[in-house]
């Protein structure tokens, strides 16, 4: 719906959609849960990469010291 107000000019009124927050204070709350959400992914996957790794674990002290010795081939 549209009326004139003032010097004509037109605004749209309209209610906000019910899934819009109605406070600050809620979208908030749903940005900070989105956070949680986004560390939660992240830190799955750090740990995914983690167990990737867990193979080579053992050999990282000898190969660090051989590159430290500096005796290659």
């Avoid at 010097?7 to 204070?25: C, E, K, L, Q, W």
């Avoid at 908030?28 to 949680?36: F, I």
Wanted: charged fraction near 15%; proline fraction near 8%; hydrophobic fraction near 40%.
């Amino acid at each position: 719906m549209t009326s004139s107000v003032g010097g004509g000019g037109r605004y749209m009124a309209f209610s906000p959609s019910p899934s819009a927050p109605h406070s600050p204070h809620l979208s908030g709350l749903r940005s900070a849960a989105a956070a949680l959400l986004d560390q939660e992914k992240y830190l799955s996957e750090l740990l995914a990469e983690r167990y990737k790794l867990s193979p080579f674990m053992a050999v990282i002290p000898h190969t660090c010291r051989l590159l430290n010795q500096g005796e290659f081939l």
